[in-house]
């Protein structure tokens, strides 16, 4: 007798994930190809593409180049079979990407989130909805094509309410779901924005060929997410790579529980405020730099040399828990900041660990969360796509 875990449905279902899974990650094979890749039987292979090709999750595109004998068919994964759509909710921008199963771009936009009223309640979920709606008339596409809609948001959903996000509002998460997937009837996830960059920079990024890689994002705020062996690591509540937690002095042991963090009221966006005059981030933070290397003012260049320092304290610690193979830094001051400061970091790293890990900065142009939330969608569909 077959145990439960083993019925002819599971290893079917297995089965079948493992076709679309090599056609996938090594694009058109032949049943014979897919027989000793797999090292499964060919009628077991012939079986089961029969039955992803009536469903649609394959095609025949043609015949194989074999010189000997009958020209073999080659198979192909439906990468239009249906569609994810990846979402980057950031402070200042939403970003936003139409792709395929196999994440190739159908459509991009970015717009300004200039609106403080669309960081809480009904009008953040109209907001969203709305940006949803527009890159599905401009690509053509309806909400029947959507199989999947990832949005990458600041802080964490924990016990369906946004939380570790000191300069976000608190919302339902739960609520934000229910109204997206009744309207768009696709799977709709939440995601940490700065788990989704680290996913992103392991596909198309820095990370591409790492498995132990710290990813951080300075911004705002700061936090870091952290794949180890290939994977995402989420912690028992979610909240793992919340650096902004971590205690560089003990001056600043604190008595109470507060959601601002020691080292991210060290550097956070609260730190350097005093300089954010014009409205744009960015903008400010390419004037601060620049005063910074003038060297007319005294109070940017110590409260930078601070901040640098710091960094550097919060580096070493980071390397010498998970020792990873590579830290990337990402977020608009933790680029603008890391060139200038990052070869002082990479020593400071040096000094302080045996087997310093490689720092580098982004060079995705902050659409690392994007692409994550595409990948993650993909992942999720490709999961649960069969049965």
Known sequence: ??????????????????????????????????SRHLHMSFPAISSNAKGLLEADYILEVGAGDNSIGRKSTMLAFNSKRGFIIGVDWGRFHIRMMLADLLGNEIIST??????????????RITLIHDRIAEILEKSGKTKDDILC????IPGIIYDGVSSLAPFTEKFSGKEFIDVLQESFEADVILENCVNLGAIGEQWKGAGVNYKDITYIAYGVGIGSAHILNGNLYKGATGAAGEIGFMLTDPVNISNKYDDTGSLE?????????????????NEDIIKLIQNY???????????????????????????????????????????????????????????????????????????????????????????????
């Open 293 to 387: 290397k003038d060297g007319e003012d005294l109070y940017a260049k110590l409260m930078i040399d601070e901040i640098a320092l710091n960094f550097g304290i919060m580096l070493a610690n980071v390397v010498s828990v998970l020792n990873p193979e590579i830290i990337i830094i990402a977020g608009g001051l933790g680029y603008n900041f890391g060139k200038l400061f990052i070869d002082h970091w990479q020593g400071v790293v040096k000094n302080h660990f045996p087997y310093a890990p490689k720092l580098v900065l982004s060079e995705l142009n902050h659409t690392e969360t994007m692409l994550g939330a595409v990948m993650t969608g993909i992942n999720h569909v490709h999961e649960y796509v069969i049965g």
């Open 1 to 34: 007798m077959l145990d439960s875990g083993k019925s002819p449905e599971n290893i079917a279902q297995h089965n079948k994930r493992l076709i679309l899974d090599a056609l996938r990650k090594n694009g058109d094979m032949s049943r014979a190809d897919l």
């Open 110 to 123: 970015e717009a300004v989130n200039d609106s403080d009223s669309a960081n809480v309640g009904q009008e």
């Open 149 to 152: 809609i990832v949005i990458g």
């Open 265 to 281: 009221l060290m550097l956070s966006i609260s730190k350097i405020n005093h300089y954010l005059k014009s409205g744009s981030f």
